[in-house]
């Protein structure tokens, strides 16, 4: 049994609103009609391949008609794209906002990095296996597709920029360690938040504990000051 490092206690306070629910406050997107066409292919990608959504599928699904898709997407692919980052773009919220969180209520280290045992605990949880696998693919599809790859681009930054400012504050009021670029930790915590698929593919999945315990000494002993 590995010794925890909180000695039982919990975080101070609760960084995620909606428990990682990447279903729910889904669509981004202000026009009625086009958010009701991006929500259903949302739905549609987790049941289909994108190679098996059809126009008519989509049509015949949000009872939206063909000229109004025409109007606000250029093609189909465009649609498929378009749910592809409200999914991505959703991830980034619940990020974004978990950090902030934490850093808004947290007075002293040892609340921030409570709050950040909480985000290990939460972001490697086994059942979001699946969720890993649906962002590696939408970093895999920006190989292949210039357009998409733009797009996804100016979100990924987004994320990495916002990433970027929360620790450079915490930086500024003594809890992070300031001898470390602040945008190398906010790369860092995307890569290892993601980097769990490598276990996800396991025949023998690492212990789960021992796991978070290693990322948690990480924060505590590299990135926390004091």
Same mark, same amino acid.
């Given at each position: ?15 995620? %609103? ?37 126009? &008519? ?7 939206? +008609? ?11 692919? %465009? ?16 990020? $974004? ?11 002293? +280290? ?12 939460? +972001? ?13 693919? $939408? ?5 292949? +597709? ?14 990495? &920029? ?18 470390? &670029? ?29 796991? %978070? ?14």
């Amino acid at each position: 049994m590995f010794q925890k490092l909180l000695s039982g206690k919990k975080a101070p306070v609760d960084p995620f %609103e909606t428990d990682l629910d990447l279903d729910s406050d889904m669509a981004r997107v202000a026009h009625p009609t086009k958010s009701k066409l991006v929500e259903t292919a949302t739905r549609l990608l987790k049941t289909h391949k994108a190679s098996e959504i059809s126009v &008519d599928l989509v049509l015949s699904e949000s009872k939206i +008609s063909k000229g109004s898709l025409y109007h606000h997407f250029a093609d189909l692919d %465009e649609l498929i794209e378009t749910a592809l980052l409200e999914r991505y773009a959703r991830w980034v919220d619940i990020s $974004v906002g978990a950090m902030t969180q934490i850093l808004t209520t947290a007075k002293t +280290s040892k609340e921030i990095y409570l709050g950040l045992v909480e985000v290990t605990r939460r +972001s490697q949880d086994p059942k979001l296996s699946a969720e890993r696998f649906f962002r590696a693919e $939408v970093l895999s599809k920006a190989n292949s +597709s210039p357009r998409f790859a733009e797009k996804l681009q100016a979100l990924q930054q987004d994320l990495t &920029d916002s990433l970027t400012d929360i620790i450079r504050e915490a930086q500024e009021r003594n809890f992070y360690n300031k001898n470390i &670029d602040p945008k190398a930790i906010a790369v860092f915590i995307q890569a290892y938040t993601l980097g769990k698929i490598v276990d996800d593919m396991s025949a023998d999945p690492v212990n789960q504990e021992a796991y %978070e315990y290693l990322i948690n000494t990480i924060i505590k002993e590299v990135f926390i000051k004091g």
